[in-house]
């Protein structure tokens, strides 16, 4: 049998196929950053800029206590969507769904903010251990156990698409990742179309 003889069960490709997935293999991804997400970046840091002065500011005024109203419903509110999330991330995780990532990030920021303002509004109270206890024990583990994952899955994804398309270096941080665009036109794609390298 000679190398290039049909090996049984394989579907001979078209040279049309075949070239789109030389293409999308060969291709080098390019950093890109519109004008618009430019545009967006200026608005976080004005955002962020302001709103230092403003937590000054509730630091200063804010009475040291305040009763709220519906507060059952605040609670009971916070913790359905937090049951939703964590569901939403049990079923991503079983069906192995490239979307726990952003699940994740959700439900780990959940969960700090759950630990932070139950831990915050229990100091003094009797019940001021118990929250230690869960928040400490349970909710800030959890959390950042969420956080580990996004960052694992962020890092396997960003490090196979790295390798697929002949990055070198490949970076050791995720944080030292670009954001990256393929160029349509390189890939020969029409606009409704979407790149398939298993093809």
């Excluded at 200026?42 to 804010?62: D, E, K, M, Q, S």
């Excluded at 009475?63 to 969507?81: I, N, Q, S």
């Excluded at 079983?94 to 303002?117: K, P």
Aim: charged share 25%.
């Amino acid at each position: 049998m000679c190398d290039n003889d049909p090996v049984p069960g394989d579907r001979p490709q078209s040279d049309d196929v075949r070239s789109r997935s030389e293409k999308f293999r060969a291709l080098r991804f390019h950093l890109s950053l519109s004008r618009r997400a430019q545009l967006v970046s200026l608005c976080f840091l004005v955002g962020a800029g302001a709103l230092i002065p403003w937590t000054v500011f509730l630091a200063l005024t804010l009475p040291p206590r305040y009763d709220a109203e519906h507060w059952r419903l605040l609670w009971t509110g916070f913790d359905a969507a937090l049951v939703a999330v964590l569901l939403l991330a049990a079923w991503a995780a079983w069906y192995r769904r490239q979307i726990l990532a952003a699940i994740a990030m959700v439900a780990g920021t959940l969960l700090v903010c759950d630990a932070w303002f139950d831990m915050v509004t229990s100091l003094g109270h009797r019940d001021e251990w118990l929250t230690m206890l869960t928040g400490f024990g349970a909710e800030l583990p959890l959390g950042i156990f969420f956080f580990w994952l996004y960052r694992r899955m962020a890092m396997t994804t960003m490090s196979a698409l790295h390798q697929d398309t002949g990055v070198d270096p490949l970076p050791r941080r995720l944080r030292d990742y670009k954001i990256v665009e393929a160029e349509r036109e390189k890939l020969g794609l029409e606009p409704d179309e979407r790149p398939n390298p298993s093809k």
